[in-house]
């Protein structure tokens, strides 16, 4: 991490203007080691130290934590505890956004709730930065292993999801930024990214259409 950001800023000056650091430290497949937050905290620290003595325009976004639903040894920590364990150790004062994901099964990882409990949670003193917003869709009639709440979303439900998860974050007044995931993603029908791609051989389109009409962008 020391030695990676500096790399980065410096290659790419003035051109980066935020950077979330590592990508939901709560999952073992992601983190490689024991889950903990406050040791994630101390990883952001050196990162945050860094990036803001070589550029302190750039805002620094706390990793997104995945929003399982539950809490399995050597596999996962749900992203309430996971978060006040990095609470704990302070970890927003090395962060200028608390990193979200929004994406997790229905009633778990709706954008309102994860967005409105990361908040309160932090005091209600810190910006949500959701980098990645998806609802996920079965592919080819299959969904990948561990995503079987999935197989019951369908395309309208999709859109619908989307476009009002959009219009609540511009009015939720701390919602800094919202990143769609994902775009095109065409790998295996077994990766986690696929059920996400908005844009896949044999889908509809109907989703782009409704974010482009909710967004007032050109087709």
Partial sequence: MGCF??????????????????NEPNLMAEWGDVIDGGVYAGLLAVGYGVTKFLAPSIMVISAGI????????????DDAPFLRQFLDYQGMNYADCIGAHANGPDGVGD????????????????????????????????VPEGFDWVMSHTPERQ??????????????????????????????????NAPYALMRPGQ?????EAIQHALKLPN
Avoid at 7 to 18: F, G, H, N, S, V
Avoid at 66 to 77: S, V
Avoid at 160 to 189: E, K, Q
């Fill in 5 to 22: 950001w500096p790399d980065l800023i410096t290659r790419y000056p003035k051109q980066i203007q935020a950077i979330e650091m590592w």
């Fill in 159 to 192: 859109a619908i999801v989307l476009t009002t998860g959009l219009d609540w974050a511009r009015r939720s007044g701390y919602t800094r930024l919202v990143i769609l995931w994902n775009l095109n993603f065409d790998g295996p029908t077994s990766d986690p």
């Fill in 111 to 142: 954008i309102h709730l994860v967005s409105q409990r990361y908040f309160d949670m932090a005091g209600r003193q810190h910006p949500i930065c959701v980098t990645e917003f998806g609802y996920g869709l079965p592919v080819e009639g299959r």
């Fill in 204 to 208: 509809s389109g109907q989703t782009i």
């Fill in 66 to 77: 995945a929003p399982t639903g539950f809490t399995r040894e050597w596999a996962a920590i």
